[in-house]
T-cell receptor
Framework: DAGVIQSPRHEVTEMGQEVTLRCKPI?????LFWYRQTMMRGLELLIY????????DSGMPEDRFSAKMPNASFSTLKIQPSEPRDSAVYFC????????????FGQGTRLTVV | DAKTTQPPSMDCAEGRAANLPCNHSTISGNEYVYWYRQIHSQGPQYIIHGLKNNETNEMASLIITEDRKSSTLILPHATLRDTAVYYC?????????FGTGTRLKVLA
């Protein structure tokens, strides 16, 4: 398996534009997590899914952020409209059974909003 | 999930054992202790986890105290490539909450 695949690896966009980050989890994994990492706040859990259903989105910062998982092999994190403070590295991770098995992380998407 | 406390930074000489402590005094009976590390700006990488017993794999050993209120991650022979931020996570639910971790620097 190629691991968790995220795209794009880098994204530069202008303030106000819509940004979509993509994630392909490891085949067979039931849980998918979206994290955001900044120098100031560290690694923050934004949302996680179980069997394509959002379970906990309490970490989503505001309504500008939305996440979907239309099928077991694909998830998106959308920011609309984007703001400079959204600049961060966004990681996607997947695991078999959530908190009691190891999670595998993608390489991240570095988002810069100018 | 229980809160964890780790020292912000540590140094270790190359070839020596690196012992990284973690305090989790509020851990409950069904919560596991996990260790991850993050090398530079890569995605976090799983190292090891345990519930009560000490655990060992090809990367490291995990020592959990009998009362489970603290643990130590041991890298037996640290190399320069082990320089990273190490995170101790306690969870009994289906999510991982990362703290600030310990920045380990392995010195040549």
């Amino acid at each position: 398996d190629a691991g968790v695949i995220q795209s794009p690896r880098h994204e530069v966009t202008e303030m106000g534009q819509e940004v979509t980050l993509r994630c392909k989890p490891i085949s067979g994994h039931d849980y998918l997590f979206w994290y955001r990492q900044t120098m100031m706040r560290g690694l923050e859990l934004l949302i996680y899914f179980n069997n394509n259903v959002p379970i906990d989105d309490s970490g989503m910062p505001e309504d500008r952020f939305s996440a979907k998982m239309p099928n077991a092999s694909f998830s998106t994190l959308k920011i609309q409209p984007s703001e400079p403070r959204d600049s961060a590295v966004y990681f996607c991770a997947s695991s078999l059974w959530g908190g009691n098995t190891e999670a595998f992380f993608g390489q991240g998407t570095r988002l810069t909003v100018v | 999930d229980a809160k964890t406390t780790q020292p912000p930074s540590m140094d270790c000489a190359e070839g020596r054992a690196a012992n990284l402590p973690c305090n989790h005094s509020t851990i409950s009976g069904n919560e596991y202790v996990y260790w991850y590390r993050q090398i530079h700006s890569q995605g976090p990488q799983y190292i090891i986890h345990g519930l009560k017993n000490n655990e060992t794999n090809e990367m490291a050993s995990l020592i959990i105290t009998e009362d489970r209120k603290s643990s130590t991650l041991i890298l037996p022979h640290a190399t320069l490539r082990d320089t990273a931020v190490y995170y101790c996570i306690v969870t009994g639910t289906y999510k991982y909450i990362f703290g600030t971790g310990t920045r380990l620097k392995v010195l040549a």
